[in-house]
């Protein structure tokens, strides 16, 4: 059974940095990484490792930071420099090597004084 078990996530100001994880288990996973939907939006690419190639949403270029640890499907977002627009429900993101694809309830992160 396919499970993705997030943590971190919460609230922080403005200008700081949050740091979410996700473990993937119960399968071999191609691609991992983490889209967001803020209320009323779709929901967006925020970063994903397609292989060994990183993307990045337009928006969180320069500021985020995507990383994996393919031994433990571990996969990793270093948020840096937040801003209250970033406040959304983070989803982690696994493919597997069936080609379905499997998402993680989403830890709500919250940008505001």
């Known amino acids: 059974q396919v499970q993705l078990v997030e943590s971190g996530g919460g609230l922080v100001q403005p200008g700081g940095s949050l740091r979410i994880s996700c473990v993937a288990s119960g399968s071999t996973f191609t691609t991992m990484g983490w889209y967001r939907q803020a209320p009323g939006k779709e929901r967006e690419l925020v970063a994903t490792?397609?292989?060994?190639?990183?993307r990045y949403g337009d928006a969180m270029k320069g500021r985020f930071a995507i990383s994996r640890d393919n031994a433990q499907n571990i996969v990793s977002l270093q948020m840096n420099s937040l801003k209250p627009e970033d406040t959304a429900v983070y989803y982690c993101?696994?493919?597997?090597?069936?080609?379905?694809?499997?998402w993680g309830p989403g830890p709500l992160v919250t940008v505001s004084y």
């Open positions: 490792f397609w292989g060994a190639i990183k």
């Open positions: 993101f696994a493919r597997a090597l069936a080609g379905v694809d499997y």
